[in-house]
């Protein structure tokens, strides 16, 4: 989203307008991440990601659950990795906590700058921030899901909110988020200005902690706001307003051209509906399907979940009866474990009403080959 005088935030997007907040245009083109980059993120964030799984004695592989996720693959800038694998490797992190703060909190330090690629640097090119915000805020979908991020900068009067919105994860992941989203933008707007700039106001969705020492710390305010509406910075329009010294005349759009073109050429490893599927499948080995369980998986919400399937002209019911199917004929092919295992194991009562369903499933009356005793 980008930023409007009278404090409602402009949208970007497939719904969006070319033009600045006064309603000038801004010499930006409007972009509309393709919709096949949905459900996933950019190489860039993955990289970064995995780095600090490794860091914290993990097998990014094995976490992100593609065993396909190798160097090579990382370093096309073009390759697109499913925002589920992008959800494990944060629950990895949260859960073993490498980079503990002093109120025990996962907090992950701010990388470099171009460490998160071409948005990475659209966050400073502008004439002031303000500009980098709306740029940043309209090229989203160049490093982060464009389906479930919201990235917007609004102007009310003296002040100016950053605010940032993602996933429904849960509670510790959400709030490890927050706090690196926020220390990443504060970091990125002082190497812009070159001052130590300070936040007026800081927002976190999170509960309060027991001590406030340490986001005072990492963000140089004690004026944080919890269970805030919305995560978000929020500085004197005047700063953000200040031309930037470093700001090189065409540099943004530039950027913002090649942003485009990324999206444009992105190569998504898998599409949210292979992620859904992976998702599904896992849900039989853990015992625990049901919609909300894969919904949180894939970091979407059930009802999003249920219109892409209904885009497909499915349903959920349809696609567990056929993983359903799949998965249980792959375990008699595989002939380790007894039916009354596998019966249990996709959901079915007992080993007779496995046997009939995979006569319906085959159409005929006969047993597959496989199929021995209990």
């Not at 071409?118 to 982060?144: C, E, F, H, K």
């Not at 892409?308 to 002209?313: F, G, K, S, V, Y």
């Not at 249990?344 to 006569?359: E, H, M, N, Q, T």
């Amino acid at each position: 989203m980008t930023e409007s005088r009278d404090g409602q935030p402009d949208h970007v997007g497939p719904a969006s307008d070319p033009r600045s907040g006064d309603g000038r245009p801004d010499g930006l083109a409007t972009a509309v991440p393709p919709p096949r980059l949905e459900g996933t993120v950019s190489a860039s964030m993955a990289r970064f990601l995995s780095g600090e799984v490794s860091r914290a004695g993990g097998n990014p592989g094995q976490v992100a659950r593609l065993p396909d996720l190798r160097t090579d693959v990382l370093a096309d800038d073009l390759s697109r990795i499913p925002t589920d694998s992008a959800s494990a490797m944060w629950r990895y992190l949260v859960a073993h906590n490498p980079a503990p703060s002093r109120d025990g909190a996962l907090q992950l330090a701010a990388p470099p700058p171009g460490t998160l690629g071409v948005w990475d640097y659209m966050l400073t090119s502008g004439p002031t921030i303000m500009d980098s915000i709306r740029s940043a805020s309209r090229y989203i979908g160049v490093v982060a899901d464009p389906g479930a991020e919201i990235f917007e900068g609004v102007e009310d009067g003296e002040l100016y909110t950053i605010s940032h919105s993602t996933c429904p994860y849960e509670a510790d992941v959400k709030a490890a988020i927050e706090r690196w989203v926020l220390a990443l933008l504060l970091r990125r707007c002082r190497e812009a200005t070159g001052t130590p700039l300070v936040p007026v106001r800081v927002g976190l969705q999170q509960r309060a902690p027991r001590s406030h020492a340490a986001l005072r710390e990492l963000f140089d305010t004690s004026c944080v706001d919890f269970e805030a509406p919305a995560t978000s910075l929020t500085f004197l329009t005047r700063d953000i307003r200040r031309p930037l010294p470093n700001a090189q005349f065409g540099l943004q759009e530039m950027l913002g051209r090649h942003a485009a073109m990324m999206m444009a050429a992105a190569k998504p490893l898998l599409d949210w509906y292979d992620v859904f599927r992976l998702a599904l499948h896992a849900c039989f080995e853990s015992d625990s399907l049901a919609l909300e369980t894969v919904a949180r998986q894939m970091a979407i919400s059930p009802r999003t979940l249920q219109r892409r399937l209904a885009e497909r002209d499915s349903t959920w019911r349809d696609e567990v009866e056929t993983a359903r199917q799949e998965v249980a004929l792959s375990l008699m092919r595989d002939g380790r474990l007894p039916m009354k295992s596998i019966a249990g194991r996709v959901g079915y009562s007992d080993v007779r009403a496995l046997r009939r369903a995979v006569r319906r499933w085959e159409s005929r009356p006969a047993e597959p080959s496989g199929i021995g005793a209990e």
